[in-house]
């Protein structure tokens, strides 16, 4: 079995793959000072209530969190015996190489995500990500990611709000009945909801003009549904993207007898 790990700033996700189909996914809070002994406790204790067995042989990391990297290897190295694939090291392959500036260094979730994109959906793509960044990333004919935009994420500008204005508070996302609030909370709601309904709208159609060819438009991110109620801004959305394309890149590499 094939035990995906991708680590962001917010939340890291454990899944397994048993060869046809992902069989569990589970999300835990990232900390770097979490070592590999508390990871495996938690992730045996899962597996054990959902009556899984623990026969993973095979791992591969993307984590935009370099300082939870040394714990991650040696769970994989210390319980599974398996010296684990992360994306972004020179030892991890990538089916077509990413085409930006020299000296760049691409996030690791943004070439899973590209990769995913392009094997469901095919050539030219914006994915918009909807995370602690709002990302998106732009995916070319053969399937290289091209660069793309990256824009705070919609909690994080809810968190900055709330902590610079001593009188705002904190509010969940969700769709406003209006949008002109007539209270402090609608109000907040308002400019955040309909600011990234703009927000997205723009940056995609700026990237469409920009690279002169049709470009369907793949969401993901847990917030990506509440941007999709009716505003036709997304071609699809995709709610394991990033694991798809973690499986498919070790797959690569395994053809490449590289694992």
Same mark, same amino acid.
């Given at each position: 079995m094939l035990l995906c790990i991708d680590t962001g700033n917010t939340n890291t996700v454990f899944a397994i793959w048993d060869g046809e189909q992902f069989i569990g996914q589970w999300r835990i809070s990232t900390d770097h000072r979490r070592t590999a002994d508390e990871y495996y406790v938690w992730l045996s204790t899962l597996l054990t209530l959902n009556r899984l067995e623990l026969r993973i042989n095979a791992c591969i990391i993307s984590s935009t969190v370099p =300082? @939870?990297?040394?714990?991650? =290897? @040696?769970l994989c190295n210390r319980y599974f015996d398996s010296r684990p694939l992360v994306v972004g090291k020179p030892d991890c392959l990538l089916p077509v190489a990413p085409r930006v500036d020299e000296g760049t260094v691409?996030?690791?979730?943004?070439?899973?995500?590209?990769?995913?994109a392009f094997d469901r959906h095919g050539p030219n793509l914006v994915v918009v990500d909807f995370g602690t960044a709002t990302t998106f990333d732009v995916v070319a004919e053969d399937g290289a990611y091209v660069g793309g935009v990256i824009a705070p994420g919609v909690n994080l500008s809810l968190e900055a709000l709330h902590m610079g204005a001593a009188s705002l508070p904190h509010v969940d996302v969700t769709m406003p009945a209006k949008v002109i609030g007539t209270n402090t909370v609608a109000c907040l709601q308002s400019g955040i909801y309909w600011g990234y309904i703009g927000l997205t709208a723009g940056i995609v159609n700026k990237i469409r003009a920009e690279r002169g060819v049709a470009m369907k438009i793949i969401a993901t991110g847990g917030l990506a549904p509440l941007f999709d109620q009716?505003?036709?801004l997304f071609d699809f959305l995709e709610d394991d993207l990033t694991m798809h394309g973690l499986r498919l890149i070790h797959d690569f590499n395994k053809e490449a007898g590289n694992v």
């Amino acid at each position: 079995m094939l035990l995906c790990i991708d680590t962001g700033n917010t939340n890291t996700v454990f899944a397994i793959w048993d060869g046809e189909q992902f069989i569990g996914q589970w999300r835990i809070s990232t900390d770097h000072r979490r070592t590999a002994d508390e990871y495996y406790v938690w992730l045996s204790t899962l597996l054990t209530l959902n009556r899984l067995e623990l026969r993973i042989n095979a791992c591969i990391i993307s984590s935009t969190v370099p =300082r @939870v990297v040394f714990n991650l =290897r @040696v769970l994989c190295n210390r319980y599974f015996d398996s010296r684990p694939l992360v994306v972004g090291k020179p030892d991890c392959l990538l089916p077509v190489a990413p085409r930006v500036d020299e000296g760049t260094v691409v996030g690791p979730d943004r070439l899973v995500n590209a990769l995913g994109a392009f094997d469901r959906h095919g050539p030219n793509l914006v994915v918009v990500d909807f995370g602690t960044a709002t990302t998106f990333d732009v995916v070319a004919e053969d399937g290289a990611y091209v660069g793309g935009v990256i824009a705070p994420g919609v909690n994080l500008s809810l968190e900055a709000l709330h902590m610079g204005a001593a009188s705002l508070p904190h509010v969940d996302v969700t769709m406003p009945a209006k949008v002109i609030g007539t209270n402090t909370v609608a109000c907040l709601q308002s400019g955040i909801y309909w600011g990234y309904i703009g927000l997205t709208a723009g940056i995609v159609n700026k990237i469409r003009a920009e690279r002169g060819v049709a470009m369907k438009i793949i969401a993901t991110g847990g917030l990506a549904p509440l941007f999709d109620q009716g505003f036709d801004l997304f071609d699809f959305l995709e709610d394991d993207l990033t694991m798809h394309g973690l499986r498919l890149i070790h797959d690569f590499n395994k053809e490449a007898g590289n694992v």
